[in-house]
């Protein structure tokens, strides 16, 4: 990618949703825009390790910031994606209430008719217009059988159900991907494997940049760093805040077992007393592509990296889906992530300019609903930047489209048939699960974000998501990724340096030398 140039106008820190977001919506007044990330891609923080949901705002507390960002991204989604070539579907959320729906003590000591006229005539309503007053007027109560109809797998316990219809589903990485590319398209530059590591600021202003790729100097830096924005403002003498870290684990089941078990997002509602409550508590979804997801867990991590997932929380995920879906394939699971989510002492987000050092704008604490308000957070920074002195002017040349080649597994035959015809590498499938071709994966090497890693090629192409989670193709693809980086295998990685898939050529071995650069097969 781009070299770290010695001055810019803005730099964003962070090549996530919300930085690559902001740095979209920079490109439509200025080009003087660097993003700035420490990882070898776009989307390798949180934003690769989420349930995709593009939440309508219901689950979020009334007056705080999130849930006003949120409500208002949602309504911007169709917008905000046009252009860009990426899928978005509004798939809808069903909120179910079962008997387990009350307060355990209430449901306990309260006449049976009691709970039921509750459930049945107070909940649903309660929802419907906490909804509402938030700012959601599609809501809809549904009764036992349109439950059913919408989603026959839901526990035959279900009372009654409440039908949001504007939750929409996006992939994260597919779409923080199309972000930066669409910047860079419009001049943004885009340097990866690049950490900041220090704040210049003179007379109580920004300077500079410091990173371990040398300085870059610059008037104003937006730190969308994820679970680090508080050691990025700190660095700057503009924080004052914390973020903890706050696991959250997923289960992937195989699409063949579950496509359509679920057509929409689907969580059972319950009332959790008076703990404090700190996230959504999950729900069923499917992936666009099919897949059954169940999750996520919410686990407090001291280690900000830590994306392991164990046996509990597994556990965990199985015991309280097994109540709202009783029947889901357990044994369909093909693979599990874990992301961590990015929370501030008081939950909410925190956006602003700081008042201690002109220049400097926090955009911290975007933890679960940061990708359904990636929209208008973009929208509010854009508004701080204009009062740091960014034009209010739109750009003349801002490129509105995102063209993307076409992937293989989205046509009909005949439009396969002509790829094939176009470029013969449209005839060799490298990953047999996903129907990627050789063609896909070099496309996606030489893209304008380029992908320099199997996990970067994945995002793109999904090579590797499938039932065999990559035993067929990671040989494949490590070596198309050597041929067109023109770099030995062994030094191809699975998401950067430090990382890397081989340890040398095999012929080594039978030498009994350390040799690295020979032509053999690497192991
Ligand atoms: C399990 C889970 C499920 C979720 N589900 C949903 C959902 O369904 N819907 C929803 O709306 N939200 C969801 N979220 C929240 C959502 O994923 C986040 O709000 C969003 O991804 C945050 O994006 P970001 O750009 O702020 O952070 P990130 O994606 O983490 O980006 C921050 C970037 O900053 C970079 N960085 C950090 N420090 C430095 C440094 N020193 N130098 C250079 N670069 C640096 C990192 O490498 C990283 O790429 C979920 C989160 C989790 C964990």
Same mark, same amino acid.
């Given at each position: 990618m781009d070299e770290l140039p010695g001055r810019a106008g803005v730099v964003v820190i962070g090549a996530?949703?919300?930085? #690559? !977001?902001? &740095?979209?919506? /920079?490109?439509r007044y200025t080009h003087d825009v660097v993003i700035l990330?420490?990882?070898?891609?776009?989307?390798?923080?949180? !934003?690769?390790?989420?349930?995709?949901?593009?939440?309508?705002?219901?689950?979020?507390?009334?007056?705080?910031?999130?849930?006003?960002?949120?409500?208002?991204?949602?309504?911007?989604?169709?917008?905000?994606?046009?252009g860009l070539n990426v899928d978005f579907r509004r798939q809808g959320l069903l909120i179910v209430i079962t008997p387990r729906s009350l307060?355990?003590?209430?449901?306990?000591?309260?006449?049976?008719?009691?709970?039921?006229?509750?459930?049945?005539?107070?909940?649903?309503?309660? =929802?419907?217009? !906490?909804?509402?007053?938030?700012?959601?007027?599609?809501?809809?109560?549904?009764?036992?059988?349109? *439950?059913?109809?919408?989603?026959p797998n839901v526990t035959r316990d279900a009372i009654v159900g409440v039908h949001d219809r504007t939750y929409g589903l996006v992939s994260p990485y597919k779409l923080t991907i199309a972000l930066a590319e669409h910047a860079v398209l419009?001049?943004?530059?885009?340097?990866?494997? $690049?950490?900041?590591?220090g704040i210049r600021t003179e007379g109580g202003a920004v300077r500079a940049v410091v990173t371990d790729a040398g300085e870059i100097e610059c008037g104003i830096v937006v730190n969308a760093a994820g679970v680090y924005a508080d050691e990025i403002a700190d660095m700057a003498?503009?924080?004052?805040?914390?973020?903890?870290?706050?696991?959250?684990?997923?289960?992937?089941?195989?699409?063949?077992? $579950?496509?359509?078990?679920?057509?929409? !997002?689907?969580?059972?509602?319950?009332?959790?007393?008076?703990?404090?409550?700190?996230?959504?508590?999950?729900?069923?979804?499917?992936?666009?592509?099919?897949?059954?997801?169940?999750?996520?867990?919410? *686990?407090?991590?001291?280690?900000?990296?830590?994306?392991?997932?164990?046996?509990?929380?597994?556990?965990? =995920?199985?015991?309280?889906?097994?109540?709202? /879906?009783?029947?889901?394939?357990?044994?369909?699971?093909?693979?599990? @992530?874990?992301?961590?989510? &990015? %929370?501030?002492?008081?939950?909410?987000?925190?956006?602003?300019?700081s008042k201690e050092v002109a220049g400097f704008v926090n955009v911290a604490g975007m933890q679960s609903p940061g990708l359904a308000s990636a929209p208008a957070v973009a929208e509010m920074v854009m508004q701080i930047l204009h009062d740091l002195g960014i034009p209010r002017v739109k750009r003349a040349y801002f490129n509105q489209a995102? %063209?993307?080649?076409?992937? @293989?597994?989205?046509?009909?035959?005949?439009?396969?048939?002509?790829?094939?015809?176009?470029?013969?590498?449209?005839?060799?499938?490298?990953?047999?699960?996903?129907q990627v071709t050789e063609a896909d994966v070099v496309n996606a090497i030489h893209g304008v974000v380029p992908a320099r890693s199997m996990d970067a090629v994945k995002r793109r192409t999904r090579a590797g998501m499938g039932r065999c989670q990559g035993g067929f193709c990671t040989p494949w693809i490590s070596e198309i990724l050597a041929r067109e980086l023109?770099?030995?295998?062994?030094?191809? $990685?699975?998401?950067?340096?430090?990382?890397?898939?081989?340890?040398?050529?095999?012929? #080594?071995?039978?030498?009994?030398?350390?040799r690295r650069d020979g032509d053999g097969g690497a192991v």
């Open positions: 996530g949703v919300i930085g #690559c !977001s902001i &740095a979209r919506e /920079l490109t990330d420490k990882e070898s891609d776009v989307s390798s923080g949180t !934003s690769k390790a989420n349930n995709a949901e593009v939440h309508s705002g219901i689950g979020e507390k009334s007056g705080t910031l999130k849930q006003r960002l949120n409500v208002r991204g949602n309504q911007m989604y169709d917008d905000f994606v046009s307060p355990e003590g209430l449901a306990r000591y309260s006449p049976g008719f009691l709970c039921d006229f509750l459930n049945r005539r107070v909940l649903p309503r309660l =929802i419907v217009r !906490s909804g509402n007053r938030k700012g959601i007027p599609w809501l809809t109560v549904v009764d036992r059988d349109e *439950i059913f109809r919408m989603e419009n001049g943004a530059r885009l340097c990866l494997d $690049t950490r900041v590591t003498g503009a924080g004052g805040f914390r973020i903890h870290g706050r696991k959250g684990a997923t289960l992937i089941f195989d699409r063949e077992a $579950t496509r359509e078990y679920v057509k929409g !997002s689907v969580a059972e509602f319950r009332i959790t007393g008076r703990k404090k409550r700190t996230s959504k508590g999950g729900g069923a979804m499917p992936t666009l592509e099919g897949n059954l997801q169940l999750g996520p867990t919410a *686990i407090e991590v001291d280690d900000k990296e830590d994306t392991s997932i164990s046996g509990d929380e597994i556990r965990e =995920i199985f015991d309280r889906f097994h109540y709202l /879906l009783p029947d889901f394939p357990r044994d369909s699971v093909i693979a599990m @992530f874990s992301g961590v989510r &990015a %929370p501030s002492e008081d939950e909410d987000f925190i956006i602003g300019a995102r %063209p993307t080649p076409r992937m @293989f597994a989205d046509c009909e035959r005949a439009e396969q048939e002509a790829l094939i015809e176009r470029d013969r590498r449209h005839g060799h499938i490298v990953c047999r699960c996903e023109g770099v030995p295998r062994h030094e191809i $990685t699975k998401k950067g340096p430090g990382s890397e898939l081989f340890v040398g050529p095999a012929k #080594c071995l039978l030498d009994g030398a350390s």
